[in-house]
């Protein structure tokens, strides 16, 4: 079988170039690094240059393309409802109707509530704005590691220094716990002796923070931005119901991880999870700009008429859209898909691992994998240096791969939930070569 990808010229290609030079001048650049070239074009899980270059895409533009980039039910759906209605505000359209149904029927059975926005910050920012309304006090628990956007609230409420140095005075009330990063955990446990300390050093710092007026608790299904970290099988559970037990909103942050992300249609359902609000975000639209706030009735019911709106939220085009993706996953088993070809990906990269000096873990479930790179296995020094370098290797050989991570060392292995095996063994022979040239090279 020919090759998907290829890739003609040492990146980036002179049309790229080109665009790269205008893009540096006239777009502010404080955005995060990439591979050196511009997208044309896209199909699946394929993505074209402006030089024709063609890639397998391992970052479904940062976790936002589940369905595939362009997927023709998609395009149908959006340009059909592009052609009757795009804005309408407030007003109800059979579309939001419809799509509103349908949220509700997909995510946990206590969420009987939709409320319609754009991004995943901006419905980050609700949660908590419900929080306070509901419960009247003002405290947030959040977690070190943590990542719920970079809008005021969102960023007051992040447990990495990037997002929101030199950016205060940040909201008040905010009390940062650690969460549970197995692979660097700061109290020297290993999951095979982890009797969950790190959940009791929670509860400590809460009790010693707090003025009592603690409202909610805010966590990501798994932190991704911080280099796709998961916590250990039945921690969220027993923050749930510790929340529930002090009567506190349990918020839960499923803006990178819903829409068969990790193997299920949300990760709540790993671990059998009612959150009193649950923010969806990134793969509802599938590159439409849409997001949601799930919740409970008695919860976001505090709220009254015309105290919390958005301006293009729910309107017609990104309901449309919505529609059509969960049509889409439903008629083609995405998330049976994202178990099958994640278990080859996974099964693969530990593979690699064993081989390569620098690839100190690798996490994840479903199609949501993280490499984390490291000078050296036994000190577990983070090697972000090393990240670029895999980045602009794959992308010469074919493969976008992105970066995450507290440290910055952490390759994100994400693509589009359609990926097929041809797609999955050529990327992941593309990734081999790449580490071992890397470390042969080294060494």
């Given at each position: ?16 170039r ?32 402006v ?58 059975p ?14 980050c ?98 932190q ?23 009567d ?16 299920k ?39 009254g008429?015309?105290?919390m709106?958005s ?6 085009v ?23 070809m994640g278990a ?26 993280g ?7 036994q ?16 992308a ?7 970066s ?16 097929h ?13 790449v ?9």
């Amino acid at each position: 079988m020919p090759n998907l990808t290829n890739v003609q010229h040492p990146l980036p290609g002179p049309k790229s170039r080109q665009l790269l030079d205008a893009w540096h001048q006239y777009e502010a650049q404080c955005t995060g690094y990439q591979a050196q070239l511009v997208w044309d074009h896209a199909e699946g899980v394929l993505v074209t240059d402006v030089d024709g270059n063609k890639f397998i895409d391992w970052t479904s533009g940062v976790l936002v393309a589940n369905v595939g980039h362009s997927h023709p039910k998609h395009v149908e759906a959006v340009q059909r409802q592009a052609g009757r209605l795009m804005n309408n505000y407030d007003f109800p359209t059979p579309e939001r109707v419809a799509f509103a149904k349908r949220m509700v029927e997909t995510t946990p059975p206590n969420l009987d509530k939709a409320f319609f926005l754009t991004t995943g910050s901006e419905a980050c920012e609700a949660a908590v704005r419900v929080a306070k309304r509901y419960t009247g006090k003002f405290e947030i628990v959040s977690f070190v590691g943590g990542f719920h956007g970079r809008t005021y609230a969102a960023m007051s409420l992040a447990g990495m220094a990037g997002t929101k140095r030199q950016y205060g005075p940040l909201m008040p009330g905010v009390i940062r716990a650690p969460f549970p990063y197995c692979y660097r955990c700061p109290l020297g446990k290993c999951p095979d002796s982890c009797s969950m300390e790190c959940f009791d050093l929670m509860e400590t710092i809460v009790d010693a923070s707090t003025t009592g007026s603690l409202a909610a608790v805010m966590v990501e299904a798994y932190q991704g931005a911080a280099g796709f970290i998961f916590a250990p099988d039945g921690y969220l559970k027993r923050l749930e119901t510790w929340a529930r037990d002090r009567d506190l909103v349990f918020i839960l942050d499923e803006v990178q991880s819903s829409y068969g992300r990790t193997g299920k249609m949300y990760a709540a359902e790993w671990d059998d999870l009612r959150p009193h609000l649950m923010a969806v975000g990134k793969g509802i639209g599938s590159g439409i700009p849409t997001s949601a706030l799930m919740a409970e009735s008695q919860v976001i019911g505090a709220l009254g008429q015309g105290e919390m709106s958005s301006t293009c939220g729910g309107n017609p085009v990104s309901c449309a859209a919505g529609l059509a993706v969960l049509d889409i996953m439903e008629a083609e088993d995405l998330i049976g898909n994202a178990n099958r070809m994640g278990a080859i990906i996974k099964d693969r990269l530990l593979q690699i691992q064993e081989k390569c000096p620098y690839l100190g873990d690798v996490r994840g479930r479903g199609l949501v994998i993280g490499m984390e790179f490291v000078k050296d296995k036994q000190t577990r020094e983070p090697a972000p240096d090393i990240t670029r370098q895999v980045i602009d290797n794959a992308a010469q050989h074919g493969v976008l791969v992105g970066s995450v991570g507290i440290y910055g060392n952490v390759i994100r292995v994400a693509p589009p939930l359609m990926i097929h095996d041809a797609e999955v063994h050529e990327s992941l022979d593309i990734m081999e070569q790449v580490l071992t040239t890397l470390y042969t090279r080294e060494g």
